[in-house]
């Protein structure tokens, strides 16, 4: 039986994330900062899967004290973790310049920052028991430079999948890179808290159970990367790589 650690789990994909994987039988580690939706999670998982182990534990993932302890607690409450979702995040930003450089901050420190010590807790953990499965969730807008209020945003997703992606590159050909995987998503549109306001403006957007399945099933394939949904966005990646920077500007 799978052990699954997901941050930003109180709601949107990380909430649905919790739901589909205790429907396929893994015991589930959750964190976030509103403890109240996380009791309010266990306790819906629970009622439908009432075999499912499921720990809670407030977490911060800007406190990079605060972020191993709490893995590490959550490592010794379950007896083990198989696998670390880093998907905690914010999607604040506003325009380079504008005045508003505190929200950027913030998504920086969050988005970056904040994965970069989910990862070291999480390979710490794996390099002791000598396996393990780290999942990036990183964004379509990792694909290239966006504008906008979604500058810092898509710079710091990019940021996280390289973290991965280096990291995937440092285990490749080693010992310990038979027992430890690492994936990195790239979710396109799918229904949630962070999405509200582009679900006004595209007909790209899944629902949020439609999206996590995709999510979920590259997770269980232990896929290297994935664009998610695969369709549009595995296609789309291609195009947001290589178009000419007119047109990428009239596709978003």
């Not at 994987?21 to 009791?39: Q, S, V, W």
């Not at 439908?48 to 490592?75: I, K, N, S």
């Not at 710490?124 to 396996?131: P, T």
Request: proline share 4%; with cysteine.
């Amino acid at each position: 039986m799978t052990t699954t650690l997901i941050t930003g789990a109180s709601s949107g994909l990380g909430a649905e994330m919790a739901r589909q994987l205790a429907a396929h039988g893994e015991d589930l580690a959750l964190c976030a900062r509103r403890t109240d939706r996380l009791e309010e999670l266990r306790a819906e998982i629970l009622a439908a899967h009432p075999g499912r182990r499921v720990a809670l534990r407030t977490l911060d993932v800007t406190d990079p004290d605060q972020v191993p302890v709490v893995f590490g607690e959550l490592r010794a409450e379950l007896g083990g973790l198989d696998r670390v979702v880093v998907n905690a995040g914010l999607g604040k930003g506003a325009p380079l310049g504008t005045g508003q450089a505190a929200a950027n901050r913030e998504t920086a420190t969050t988005n970056f920052l904040g994965a970069l010590a989910q990862t070291e807790a999480a390979m710490e953990i794996f390099r002791a028991q000598r396996s393990g499965h780290l999942v990036m969730v990183s964004s379509m807008s990792a694909m290239r430079g966006m504008p906008k209020s979604m500058t810092t945003y898509a710079a710091t997703k990019i940021g996280a999948a390289f973290l991965a992606e280096g990291l995937r590159t440092e285990l490749h050909g080693t010992e310990l890179g038979r027992t430890v995987d690492v994936t990195v998503l790239y979710p396109g549109y799918i229904a949630s808290e962070m999405n509200e306001q582009v679900a006004q403006r595209t007909p790209l957007m899944a629902s949020t159970e439609k999206g996590v399945r995709s999510m979920v099933a590259a997770i269980e394939k232990r896929a290297g990367s994935a664009c998610v949904p695969a369709l549009p966005w595995a296609p789309m990646s291609v195009v947001m790589r290589h178009a000419p920077l007119g047109v990428l500007k009239r596709l978003l």
